[in-house]
């Protein structure tokens, strides 16, 4: 009986350490990964330049960049979830002297910001997109999207199509719903950061906790070959996504209900080049049949070895492509 005691306080003492072990490991476990905003100070020093300016549409302060030449045909860009106005950067060195290019950073990235209200709604990003050309005193242009970006382009072009000339579409967003259900896929990104921000647990700690290896990893899913990231991308994205509210911004969008009605894409005459990705693991190309079925003037180009981003990875080849589809609208009819 007199063993049986200090066998158990042995036992008691080792249960205690244990405990003691393992919070020190969570604890150390949460440093790691707790990854606190970024200031706006340092976030404008490091991304906002000289062609940076904040336009006030409404109550908000929209991050727009307008380059190029004054006379030039306009075309604005549009970039997708968790990006900025930065995605186009291979874009804007391509088409830059051909066009006069408006980018600016959507309601809730980059540094635009949250929005107060948090509307992040397909609806409200259309209609702010509209109130900025008008605040530049732009009536019309053509409009170019990745992703959300490219979901917002063709809804935009349906709510004002008197102020969109043409589309280019890349790995748009707002796919109609398949008319039968469709075979299994093997574009399989496991979890997406926006995935994980749509979780009732998980998104609410992505707020605090986002460390930088987690937007590699995303990135590199977005990417057909990931050799093609560049760690200064890739820093600029998680630094983006540390702007005070981004992250909240982020987690409010993916738990949003979804749209009930979606309007036709029938209706959508607009002159439309669509470029996707054949390695897109977020959206994947067996998508697109569902825009080209019914888009009454579009046509489709498909990259090999490319993934979700082609004006990242590709930006001259994807820019060229823009180019000679904007040049073959002004072109004069043989007819």
Not at 86 to 115: E, M, Q, S
Not at 229 to 248: F, S
Request: aromatic content about 6%.
């Amino acid at each position: 009986m007199g063993a049986t005691k200090p066998r158990a306080r042995s036992l008691r003492s080792s249960r205690r350490l244990a405990l003691v072990l393992s919070l020190g490991v969570l604890a150390a476990a949460l440093a790691w990964l707790w990854t606190p905003n970024l200031s706006i100070e340092t976030l404008h020093a490091r991304y906002a330049d000289a062609d940076s300016r904040f336009v006030e549409v409404g109550r908000e302060s929209i991050h727009v960049r307008v380059e190029g030449p004054t006379d030039a045909p306009v075309l604005v860009l549009l970039h997708g979830t968790a990006a900025s106005l930065h995605t186009w950067d291979g874009w804007v060195d391509a088409l830059g002297g051909r066009f006069r290019i408006v980018r600016y950073d959507l309601p809730g990235f980059g540094l635009t910001g949250p929005r107060a209200d948090g509307d992040y709604s397909i609806e409200r990003q259309v209609e702010v997109g509209a109130a900025l050309l008008e605040t530049l005193e732009i009536s019309r242009a053509y409009v170019a999207g990745n992703s959300l970006g490219g979901h917002v382009a063709w809804r935009w072009a349906l709510a004002h199509p008197q102020t969109v000339d043409a589309l280019v579409l890349i790995s748009p967003g707002g796919a109609p719903p398949a008319n039968a259900p469709e075979p299994p896929t093997d574009h399989d990104a496991g979890f997406r950061i926006v995935d994980l921000a749509g979780m009732p647990v998980v998104g609410p700690l992505l707020t605090r906790l986002t460390p930088r290896s987690l937007v590699v990893s995303a990135l590199e899913q977005v990417y057909g070959d990931p050799s093609r990231l560049e760690p200064v991308v890739a820093a600029r994205y998680h630094d983006l996504l540390r702007h005070p509210g981004n992250r909240e911004a982020l987690v409010a969008m993916m738990t949003a209900e979804p749209p009930r009605d979606r309007p036709p894409l029938t209706r959508l005459d607009t002159p439309t080049l669509i470029l996707w990705g054949a390695e897109d693991a977020w959206i994947p190309v067996d998508r697109a049949p569902r825009f080209t079925a019914r888009m009454p003037n579009a046509k489709l180009v498909v990259y090999d070895g490319v993934g979700h981003v082609a004006m990242e990875e590709i930006p001259r080849r994807s820019a060229d492509d823009a180019a000679r589809f904007f040049a073959a609208l002004c072109a004069p009819s043989q007819d």
